[in-house]
């Protein structure tokens, strides 16, 4: 194989370098003058992926099939399981069943399906769990909550049927952006943003949260927006750093 056609990422790698130190591969030299690795011990590299690999890589995205092929669970991306968790007062249509939300709410607190399909009024999406288990204390019982485990990719959206959303995001850049992702695949989404925002801001407010010692930063999505509170919040993350925590939202 060129060396070229190889990525930099993996030459770099520590597994990579094994094969070469252990002699299982060689760097050579083409006529041309172009590098190209050749497998020079096959019998012995093939022993070698035996023992990395104890099982052959599977089709499936799982934790569990990933830790069995690769000995590690988070060896590559994973598919979403879709679990979602649904709490309210309303009558919905989860995979294709229709369901009492109100008696399962009151007897257990809250109901969890994978999405395959469901079907309700009005949906209040809440990323935060603690906030979601007391969301009726602070929004309107009309919505059928729903918190999502973990991601679900956008195509199991349009596995989503209603006529209204409510989206209930931390107002960072990131919350902004996942609300206006929303407001992309569903028109009839609104920001959930309380009358006394202002006053909650000032006396909350925490500075902007890192990744990898970085600062957010907005996406252009955010930036071009020309919805008037996307805009407002964009602005002001943009001159202070700091942002207001969804959990300040929420009565408890």
């Given at each position: 194989m060129p060396q070229s056609g190889i990525a930099k990422s993996i030459l770099r790698s520590k597994d990579f370098q094994i094969l070469e130190i252990a002699k299982f591969i060689e760097l050579k030299t083409a006529i041309n003058k172009g590098k190209y690795y050749e497998v020079v011990n096959e019998e012995h590299l093939i022993q070698h992926f035996k023992n990395s690999f104890p099982n052959e890589v599977s089709d499936r995205f799982t934790a569990i099939q990933n830790a069995r092929s690769l000995r590690d669970s988070k060896g590559r991306k994973k598919e979403s399981q879709r679990i979602v968790l649904l709490r309210g007062n309303n009558a919905i249509i989860a995979n294709h069943s229709e369901l009492n939300l109100s008696e399962h709410t009151k007897k257990f607190n809250v109901f969890a399906i994978q999405l395959n399909h469901l079907q309700a009024d009005k949906l209040c999406f809440i990323e935060n769990l603690d906030c979601f288990m007391v969301a009726e204390k602070t929004i309107s019982t009309d919505y059928t909550f729903i918190h999502i485990y973990g991601r679900i990719g956008i195509e199991n959206f349009k596995n989503i049927k209603t006529n209204e959303i409510l989206f209930c995001p931390d107002y960072d850049f990131v919350g902004l952006?996942?609300?206006?992702?929303?407001?992309?695949?569903?028109?009839?989404?609104?920001?959930f943003f309380p009358e006394n925002y202002d006053e909650l801001y000032k006396e909350y407010s925490k500075q902007l949260k890192k990744k990898n010692g970085m600062e957010q930063q907005p996406t252009n999505q955010v930036l071009q927006s020309q919805e008037e509170v996307v805009s407002k919040v964009c602005k002001q993350l943009l001159e202070t750093k700091h942002f207001l925590e969804q959990q300040i939202i929420f009565k408890d």
């Open positions: 952006n996942e609300y206006l992702k929303m407001k992309s695949i569903f028109p009839n989404t609104k920001l």
